[in-house]
């Protein structure tokens, strides 16, 4: 029970932080605020993450942590590149739905003043780039392609990320139902943009283009 006690706050501390930084943005959050919300003084968040930055890079790495389940049968080669191109992405639309506060302030969040959270997510991004690798060669792409992956991967990321922050206009505008049939369909519309993409890239390259 003791143990519980103590972790208690500093999961408050996140949840409440996770809750304002995707209402207001990371730079428009104060630690008062937050403690406020959390329900605990002031003195918690300096003693779990010593400021405001920290409770920043805790939220990016349980992010990350917890996605790294998103990557599991990619290099199964039973299966066809673009099989498991629409496993992975199917995989992280569905992590996104269950976690869409969690993953639209790590992606969004970048603050220009706080070079540490752009080496951590650099850390991070490069781990998923080491993971995919084998994944990418099988489309006759090389992964140190700088151009190709500083391209390909964040776009994709953009288009999927987007549509959560956009969700709310798009209900209103277009009265749509984001329901499992709306979100089948999106991954497979993204799935196709995305394998469209790559092989008409590697067409083009194969060809002198």
Known sequence: MEEKEKAAPKQRILEAAISLFVQKGYAGVGVREIASLAGVNLAMISYYFEGKVGILKAIIEEFFDRSS???????????????????????????????????LVTYNELPLDVPEIAELKAERIMMIFQRISGLIRRFGVDPPDIFLMGMVGPSLMAIIFSNFRVRPVLKHVLDVEFDNTYYEQFTEMITTLFLDGIHGIVARRQSGQ
């Open 69 to 103: 389940e998103l990557f599991h049968g990619i290099d199964d080669v039973s299966l066809s590149p673009e099989e498991c191109i629409q496993n992975l992405i199917r995989n992280i639309v569905n992590f996104v739905r269950e976690n869409t506060a969690l993953a």
